[in-house]
């Protein structure tokens, strides 16, 4: 079983490395995307700098927490893309009966199909990520709680879409709900999560998990709980797991489109 698991990993890994060397045959266009992506990224904090330079503090949160917030929010949007970009393809795939290719591959065709692309601009985000690391003040701590938090919630995100995405198994118009939800976490995960109502919370703790990817994770970095990273480290396997279950079921309802393609 862990020997099956770890060639899964390796798979996973040498499936990304492929996708980044094809992009980096055109060296100018990967690099101006990696760029311009953290470029557009460094535009929004200084929106929240001219904010903080009116108010001193917004839902508890000083414009260093802020930077935080954006970081772990570009390490997760980073991470997710990097690895895990297809799962936010799922519904074109589903509905146009383009798994085909991934079901004769002697893999795990779940994993096989959310990393065989990679979104190259996230590489810029990832990497914005822990600039805004390096402007709040890195430690040993820090650096190894914000590179983990990017990692589980990249996971939390991924599973999030591939769970809203499996849902076009059973619905022609589940690509609808699952890009809806699916921004949500991008465009919630930037603002303090103390600025919501109880009600708003509970539901970015459970049913639209932002909190478990962002909101928590910058918590614990910045006040340090084991309650709060176990309940991170097994929500992440959690939902994962519910991820694998639900695309697993309705795989079983695919429709073929009998499409001649291949993959490498």
């Not at 074109?92 to 893999?107: A, E, R, W, Y």
């Not at 049913?207 to 929500?235: A, E, W």
């Not at 697993?248 to 489109?257: D, P, V």
Request: charged share 10%.
């Amino acid at each position: 079983m862990l020997m099956e698991v770890k060639n899964q990993i390796k798979v996973m890994f040498l499936s990304v490395k492929y996708n980044i060397m094809k992009q980096m045959i055109n060296k100018v266009t990967f690099i101006t995307n990696v760029l311009f992506m953290i470029l557009n990224n460094a535009t929004f904090i200084v929106q929240w700098i001219i904010l903080f330079s009116i108010k001193d503090e917004i839902g508890g949160y000083t414009i260093k927490e802020v930077i935080l917030l954006w970081g772990i929010a570009a390490g997760v949007f980073g991470t997710s893309h990097i690895f895990f970009h297809k799962a936010y393809e799922l519904p074109d795939l589903i509905m146009n009966g383009k798994l085909d290719s991934f079901l004769v591959q002697p893999k795990n065709v779940f994993l096989s199909v959310i990393t065989s692309t990679t979104r190259i601009s996230a590489i810029g985000d990832l990497i914005y990520g822990y600039i805004c690391l390096f402007i709040y003040g890195i430690t040993l701590k820090t650096f190894t709680l914000f590179t983990l938090f990017s990692i589980t919630g990249g996971i939390i995100a991924a599973a999030f879409a591939s769970i809203l995405g499996s849902i076009c198994f059973w619905t022609v118009k589940g690509d609808l709900l699952s890009d809806s939800l699916s921004n949500i976490i991008i465009n919630f995960s930037t603002y303090p999560g103390s600025i919501f109502k109880t009600g708003i919370k509970i539901l970015f703790y459970t049913l639209i998990p932002v909190g478990l990817s962002n909101y928590l994770p910058v918590d614990t970095i910045l006040h340090f709980n084991i309650l709060n990273f176990l309940y991170i480290i097994l929500f992440t396997i959690g939902i994962t797991l519910l991820a694998f279950y639900i695309f697993y079921t309705g795989l079983k309802r695919y429709s073929s489109s009998n499409l001649m393609s291949s993959r490498i």
